[in-house]
């Protein structure tokens, strides 16, 4: 009786997640785009690998404007090269575990998912062009709760703050006094116990989300 091949992508689907299930993150990041069938079977081993990975301490992200290829360094070392299309003209305004808060020209704003490639797409950002802002998440954007912050200065004597509540997928805009002589150009930013702050090279600035006037 002559051998009949079968492709890969016939596997069946239990079989595929027992593979899945006993890989590791790099393994899994291949597996995981070989095709739909692939990808659908190793989605759930990869989401739950990843976030036990990346609590583990930093990751490093190295990404160059010439191309999509960027490589992934780990706390532990370990190195992975992969493409990353969805970050060409992309700004990144904060990080939350393995997801990007991402920027484009014009005002689209979205979370990307730098291992799974999940996408969540934002209401489209009230400005169309970034210049000094910086940003900060509180949470998963999986989660309702999760809010966006987004701050600039407007001003010699105030901060433009652009908070996004998920739930209510509605950009509110806030000003917020602190005069330029205070702060140095503002760098980075965090959230922490209910509090967004934001930093400069001298200094913190801590602004309350409770008090935040719409």
Request: charged content about 20%; overall charge negative; glycine content about 6%.
């Amino acid at each position: 009786m002559p051998r009949q091949n079968r492709a890969w992508s016939d596997l069946p689907p239990e079989l595929l997640s027992l593979i899945a299930e006993r890989a590791g993150l790099f393994e899994l990041l291949s597996f995981f785009r070989v095709c739909n069938t692939w990808h659908s079977a190793s989605s759930t081993s990869l989401a739950h690998i990843a976030e036990h990975e990346v609590n583990k301490g930093p990751w490093f992200l190295l990404y160059e404007d010439k191309n999509s290829e960027c490589q992934l360094l780990t706390a532990t070392g370990k190195k992975f090269t992969t493409s990353l299309p969805e970050l060409d003209g992309t700004t990144c305004l904060a990080t939350y575990g393995a997801w990007f808060l991402l920027f484009k020209q014009g005002g689209s704003m979205f979370f990307f998912h730098i291992l799974s490639r999940q996408r969540i797409d934002l209401p489209e950002f009230p400005v169309p062009e970034l210049t000094d802002h910086v940003g900060a998440v509180s949470s998963s954007p999986t989660s309702q709760d999760c809010v966006v912050c987004v701050i600039s200065r407007s001003d010699d004597e105030t901060l433009d703050a652009k908070l996004l509540f998920l739930r209510d997928k509605t950009w509110i805009g806030s000003e917020y006094s602190h005069p330029r002589a205070k702060t140095d150009t503002i760098k980075s930013a965090g959230y922490n116990n209910g509090t967004f702050g934001f930093f400069d090279g001298r200094s913190q600035t801590i602004l309350p989300t409770g008090n935040i006037r719409n």
